[in-house]
Every structure is written in structure tokens, then in C-alpha cells.
């Protein structure tokens, strides 16, 4: 049985939620605020997590922070809505989505199925190691290396990564981005994809990669480029 953890101190969102969840056939635990958040996910193990940003004792974003060095099991943020700085947060400390309130419990559902979806989908390809050139990347423990010097990435950069080089010279649009990373293709913001991308390229040019880059194709999207006589 799939085990969701709900993370919000509103207890009419999370009584709403909860019935939702319930009939969907899943298990659930409700946390009102960061303590209790961090408490259930190392005691009832869950399989998918929803996480508010403001909440009592400890906000979504530091439980965030604490479970990824942990786990990389699902999590997306529940932020205000306009607050703009609240998403772009959450997705570099490692959240795999963000739901703006006030939110539809079918649109948290729909959310939650997606991404079951795609780590199901996942699970059928893990042990997946790539090398091309001076990059490495292990699926397994999400590590990457560039010149066998880590990279930190956040999951999800790690994927998009993943995804593009192991089809290199393959363009990827914004939704086919979205549809294969965040597994939803019409509740998806294109400029997640690009935020991502644009994290993910500053953290990899810190390191030399003549030989290979993630580049823009123009009005159509991104793939992964190598270069027979290095960059140009």
C-alpha cells in the first residue's frame, strides 16, 4: 500500500487531503508542523511526501533539506500563492514539485499519481551507471562526477542530467521535460524546466567540460552536445 505523509499545520487542508488520499487506497499520516514532519518520515517510512513551506517549529523548507540528506523519496512543497522565491527554494534544496494554494484536492491526486508513475518507472531502471568523456553518473546513488570531483546536484538536476546524456544529441522540449521528469504534463510551469536547467549549468561549469555541454536549441528545447575537438 502506498504511504503518504501530509505535512501542513491547516487542519481543514489536511482533513481534505487526507479523505482524498484514503480514496485513492493509500496510507496516510498527518504532520502539523517540521518536528512531527521529521518524526513520521523516519517512523512511518513513507512512499510520497507533501510538505507545506510554513509551518510550526521547523519550516518545509529546512525538513526538506534534513530528509534529503537521507532519502530521495518524493516530495512536493505546498507554497503561497505569487510566492514565487518559495518554489525556486524548494526545487534547489531538492523538492521534485510545488503546488500553489489555494490547490484542488484532483489536482494534488493527479500530482501524486505522476510521480508515483514515473519512480515505478524508474525502479525498472536503476542500476544505471553512464561515463562519456570526463563525466560519470550513477543512478543508483545519484552521484555525479566531473574529472572524479563531485558534483553536488539536487536530485532532479541529477535526472534532467541523466536524461539528456544518456540520449545525447537528442533535443528534449520544456514538456517533454516535464512529462518524463515531473511525470504531469498540463500542471507543469515551463519555467521549472529552465530554472532547473539553469542551476544544473552553473553548477556543472564550475568544472572543465570541454568535450561535451548541456545546450539550448533555440525555440525548440535542450540536449546533451559533445564535441569531437572540444568547445568552439
Not at 510550526?56 to 530528509?67: A, S
Request: charged share 30%.
Amino acid at each position: 500500500m502506498i504511504k503518504v505523509l501530509i505535512c501542513d499545520d491547516n487542519r481543514q487542508i489536511t482533513s481534505i487531503l487526507e479523505e482524498y488520499c484514503k480514496r485513492e487506497g493509500y496510507k496516510v499520516k498527518v504532520a502539523y508542523d517540521g518536528e512531527e514532519a521529521l518524526e513520521f518520515f523516519s517512523s512511518f517510512m513513507p512512499d510520497i511526501i507533501l510538505l507545506d513551506v510554513m509551518m510550526p517549529k521547523l519550516d518545509g523548507f529546512y525538513v526538506c533539506k534534513e530528509i534529503r540528506k537521507k532519502s530521495n523519496v518524493p516530495v512536493i512543497m505546498v507554497t503561497a500563492r505569487g510566492e514565487d522565491f518559495e518554489k525556486i527554494m524548494g526545487l534547489e534544496i531538492g523538492a521534485d514539485d510545488y503546488i500553489v494554494k489555494p490547490f484542488s484536492g484532483g489536482e494534488v491526486m493527479a500530482r501524486i499519481r505522476a510521480i508515483l508513475r514515473r519512480c515505478s518507472y524508474e525502479g525498472r531502471t536503476e542500476g544505471h551507471e553512464l561515463k562519456i568523456a570526463n563525466l560519470y553518473i550513477n543512478m543508483d546513488s545519484y552521484e555525479v562526477m566531473i574529472d572524479d570531483e563531485e558534483v553536488s546536484l539536487t536530485k532532479k538536476e541529477t535526472e534532467i542530467l541523466w536524461l539528456l546524456a544518456s540520449n545525447s544529441g537528442k533535443v528534449f522540449s520544456r514538456e517533454n521535460l516535464l512529462d518524463k521528469l515531473w511525470g504531469y504534463d498540463y500542471y507543469g510551469d515551463m519555467r521549472t524546466v529552465d530554472s532547473h536547467i539553469k542551476r544544473l549549468r552553473a553548477k556543472i561549469d564550475a568544472f572543465p567540460h570541454e568535450s561535451w555541454d548541456v545546450t539550448t536549441i533555440w525555440g525548440v528545447g535542450y540536449r546533451f552536445t559533445e564535441y569531437k575537438e572540444g568547445k568552439g
